[in-house]
């Protein structure tokens, strides 16, 4: 059962000190000085293909092949533009050895290498999420590589990982919510509601990592407008206003508002 939008924003109320989300930025309040960090997004990857099952696809045991069977399965794997770069390396091997070599592969060997390709593209997954500060990616990540058996690689980046990463992404974008709510950031807020609305994974993460930037432009740009209308401000503060928007681009917006505005004497 989906949390309550209700009962989110309040987990995130509570949560909110301890919530260090490294990427995207997060919108900090107008009268904060804040620098956006740096962020890295998440690119699922295709898991490297699996090995064939031989005797499952073609109702003959290894053993039981020609040498030409044999060697036309290992071949077929080397065609695979999506054969990880392990498979890779024992395919080439087998196909320079014995029959008994080749065979070898087929039946141990390929599983090995794939399992080798899974935790190096996981180990990569667990790099960005852990730049992205995403728990669950990060805790079933390591979770796939302590057991460290090709199932459970395989598991985690056919269906696990996918799972994780729109967990993260759903917690990211209420917190973005809570926050463009203490801001008052119209567009964001409609543009959270809508990503968590529709609750897909496809949703949340087009919001978190393209929506997002978009929609805290368009508020900041509103915002730094209004300062316009100030009747006190000061010749600084209009010229470095004027150039910003000028500029025009969501992380000019994004400084001025959170810092650039704060630098500008008088």
């Known amino acids: 059962m989906r949390p309550t939008r209700a009962a989110i924003l309040v987990a995130a109320t509570v949560l909110t000190p301890a919530l260090l989300f490294s990427a995207p930025a997060f919108a900090a309040d107008a009268s904060t000085s804040a620098t956006p960090v740096a962020s890295t997004t998440p690119v699922t990857p ?23 069977q044999v060697r036309a399965a290992i071949q077929d794997i080397l065609t695979d533009d999506n054969a990880g770069t392990g498979v890779l390396r024992e395919a080439n091997k087998a196909l320079r050895g014995t029959a008994v070599d080749m065979r070898a592969f087929l039946k141990t060997g390929c599983r090995v290498a794939q399992a080798e390709d899974d935790s190096v593209a996981i180990a990569r997954i667990l790099a960005v999420a852990a730049q992205n500060g995403d728990k669950r990616v990060i805790k079933d990540a390591n979770a796939a590589l302590d057991a460290n058996t090709p199932e459970a690689l395989r598991a985690f980046l056919e269906t696990g990982y996918a799972q994780a990463q729109a967990e993260d992404d759903s917690v990211a974008v209420v917190h973005i919510l809570f926050v463009a ?37 368009e508020d900041d740009s509103v915002y730094i407008v209004r300062m316009l209308t100030d009747p006190n401000i000061s010749d600084a503060m209009f010229d470095a206003i004027q150039a910003v928007l ?18 500008i004497d008088g």
Not at 46 to 51: E, G, I, K, L, R
Not at 53 to 64: A, H, K, M, Q
Not at 185 to 196: C, Q
């Open 246 to 263: 000028d500029d025009g681009s969501p992380e000019a917006l994004r400084y001025f508002r959170t810092v650039g505005q704060y630098e």
């Open 181 to 217: 709510t203490q801001n008052g950031d119209k567009r964001v807020i409609k543009e959270a509601n809508a990503a968590l609305d529709a609750g897909t994974a496809e949703a949340l993460s087009y919001f978190r990592w393209t929506g997002y930037r978009l929609a805290q432009a």
């Open 46 to 68: 295709t898991p490297a293909t699996a090995c064939p099952d031989i005797s499952s696809d073609t109702g003959t045991p290894v053993d039981e092949l020609t040498d030409d």
